[in-house]
Structures are given as structure tokens and as C-alpha cells.
């Protein structure tokens, strides 16, 4: 019985573990104001920004006929808090 007990641990163990290096890739991937400020400078060229930022949503022209890119990214994150005491009610059982 107490195998099963250490075998069931190192179960929820590898999953938290194999969640927890995913949200780390997440967070890596945010496109912020500091961001863009700090690494696009005026006259780079479009294959330079596309490298930094990755692709926009959306592609226009404006009344100059310039390109204007525009990066509308929403944010995909969320907890989920009900797995973790659910995690806690096992190794205390």
C-alpha cells in the first residue's frame, strides 16, 4: 500500500512539473510596452521587427500609403486552483 501511495505522488508530482515549465514558456512569448520601446527603433527594417515581435494581427496603409502594422494580442493565461487543493486532499488522504 505504500508503494501505491509514493507511486501516486511522483504521478502528480510529474504533471505539476510538466505544467509549471509550460506556464514558463508563456510568459517568455508577452509582447509589452517596455518591449517594443526598448528594441524597435525607427527605420528598422520589416523583417528585423516581424524577428522581434513575430507577425501582426492586422496590416493597413495609411492616407500616405505607409504599411502600418498592428499587434492585438490577448492574453490566454488563467489558474486554475481547483487541481492543486484537489493534489493536497490526496497526499493528505
Given at each position: 500500500?505504500?508503494?501505491a501511495w509514493i507511486a501516486l505522488g511522483?504521478?502528480v508530482w510529474v504533471v505539476a512539473a510538466?505544467?509549471?515549465?509550460?506556464?514558463?514558456?508563456?510568459?517568455?512569448?508577452?509582447?509589452?510596452?517596455?518591449?517594443?520601446?526598448?528594441?524597435?527603433?525607427?527605420?528598422?527594417?520589416?523583417?528585423?521587427?516581424?524577428e522581434l515581435l513575430g507577425s501582426p494581427?492586422?496590416?493597413?496603409?495609411?492616407?500616405?500609403?505607409?504599411?502600418?502594422?498592428?499587434?492585438?494580442?490577448?492574453?490566454?493565461?488563467?489558474?486554475?486552483?481547483?487541481?492543486?487543493?484537489?493534489?493536497?486532499?490526496?497526499?493528505?488522504?
Amino acid at each position: 500500500m505504500k508503494n501505491a501511495w509514493i507511486a501516486l505522488g511522483l504521478c502528480v508530482w510529474v504533471v505539476a512539473a510538466g505544467c509549471s515549465s509550460e506556464r514558463a514558456e508563456i510568459k517568455e512569448d508577452r509582447l509589452t510596452v517596455g518591449k517594443v520601446q526598448g528594441e524597435i527603433k525607427v527605420g528598422m527594417a520589416a523583417s528585423q521587427v516581424a524577428e522581434l515581435l513575430g507577425s501582426p494581427n492586422i496590416v493597413t496603409t495609411d492616407e500616405k500609403r505607409r504599411e502600418v502594422w498592428m499587434y492585438d494580442k490577448v492574453s490566454t493565461d488563467r489558474v486554475d486552483t481547483s487541481s492543486s487543493s484537489f493534489a493536497g486532499l490526496i497526499i493528505l488522504g
